[in-house]
């Protein structure tokens, strides 16, 4: 099993950029399946982007695609969201989210361990 802890988000303009990191502990990370999901205030919380650990396939919502790019760093137990051209429309609570399977990488229920979340702001 491992957990997870999430980290990078922050106050940024407009069209910034932010790279978050979801740091896991336990020593099988690099094989889970690594999800990325956002809940902005009164709304449900969306899928954004996955990442497959068998292979790296990569999986976007069509809303984030060209802006957004998830990646891993297996040797270092950790996964990333880069998150380019960022937009007031963007601002929410950020979750990194693993599973040693996710069955549809775009549901919440797919995912076993999730991380606690971090704050992205973004100012107009």
């Known amino acids: 099993q491992v957990q997870l802890e999430e980290s990078g988000g922050g106050l940024v303009q407009a069209g910034g950029s932010l790279r978050l990191s979801c740091i896991a502990s336990?020593?099988?990370?690099?094989?889970?399946?690594i999800g990325w999901f956002r809940q902005a205030p009164g709304k449900e919380r969306e899928f954004l982007a996955a990442?497959?650990?068998?292979?790296?396939?990569?999986y976007y919502a069509d809303s984030v695609k060209g802006r957004f790019t998830i990646s891993r760093n297996n040797a270092e137990n950790t996964g990333y969201l880069q998150i380019d051209s960022l937009k007031p429309e963007d601002t929410a609570i950020y979750y990194c989210?693993?599973?040693?399977?996710?069955?549809?990488?775009?549901?919440?229920?797919?995912?076993?361990?999730w991380g606690q979340g971090t704050q992205v702001t973004v100012s107009s």
């Open positions: 990442i497959r650990w068998r292979g790296s396939s990569t």
């Open positions: 336990g020593r099988t990370f690099s094989r889970y399946d």
């Open positions: 989210a693993a599973d040693p399977f996710a069955s549809s990488v775009g549901r919440e229920n797919s995912y076993k361990t």
